[in-house]
């Protein structure tokens, strides 16, 4: 167990429709990084927050938003969903010391969403 | 442009031998890698890093090799287990925080 944890586990929704996944970190940890992995594409980084403010963003659609809360949890929202998006949708999370450390990123078990 | 390569996409090992897992990359800019092991249905697992100033790090059962000239670097399980049967990606840091570059994975199988 990571300590990393992330709801749904499962999510089945239809073309067009707006998703919310969630995500809490670590204790302690400031970061929250957000991945995708899909058949074709392997494990594909997405955005990352830290302490509230973006901080890295990767290959995110524009259909798709992220924010970090005071408590520090995350929440990835999909919308106008296509089939494509059908993937496993992974959080992350790291201390993030800045120079001089290595921050080592722990991931949750995922979500799986089903565009039907 | 995969910036992070695995060309193995699986290996068969029979357990108490060595298993060696290979990943290549070409952004120079890399200086910290890392090795996860995912189990299906789960999250990736961390297991081993490097820094680019080091050339080997060891952990039990697992050492990593960085072979920064030849953009290079290898996890080496010994002896391998079972319980070691999974996929195990490399990842790709360009800073210590930052977003992560994984390869496609390997999936490795120990035989009993």
């Known amino acids: 167990d990571s300590g990393v944890t992330q709801t749904p586990k499962h999510l089945i929704t239809a073309t067009g429709q707006r998703v919310t996944l969630r995500c809490s970190p670590r204790s302690g940890d400031l970061s929250v990084y957000w991945y995708q992995q899909s058949l074709d594409q392997g494990l594909q980084f997405l955005i990352q927050y830290y302490n509230g403010e973006e901080r890295a963003k990767g290959n995110i659609l524009e259909r798709f938003s992220a924010q970090q809360f005071p408590d520090l949890h995350s929440e990835l929202n999909l919308s106008s969903l296509e089939l494509g998006d059908s993937a496993l949708y992974f959080c992350?999370?790291?201390?993030?010391?800045?120079?001089?450390?290595?921050?080592?990123?722990?991931f949750g078990p995922g979500t799986r969403l089903t565009v039907l | 442009d995969q910036q992070v390569k695995q060309n193995s996409p699986s290996l068969s090992v029979q357990e108490g031998r060595i298993s060696i897992l290979n990943c290549d990359y070409t952004n120079s800019m890399f200086d910290y890698f890392l090795w996860y092991k995912k189990y299906p249905a789960e999250g990736p697992t961390f297991l081993i890093s490097?820094?680019?100033?080091?050339d080997k790090n060891e952990d039990g059962r697992f050492t990593v090799f960085l072979n920064k000239s030849a953009k290079h670097l290898s996890l080496h399980i010994v002896p391998s287990q079972p319980r070691d049967s999974a996929v195990y990606f490399c990842a790709a840091s360009a800073d210590a925080g930052n977003m992560l570059t994984f390869g496609g994975g390997t999936r490795l199988m120990v035989k009993p």
């Open positions: 992350a999370s790291s201390v993030v010391q800045g120079s001089g450390g290595f921050d080592t990123q722990y």
């Open positions: 490097i820094s680019s100033i080091k």
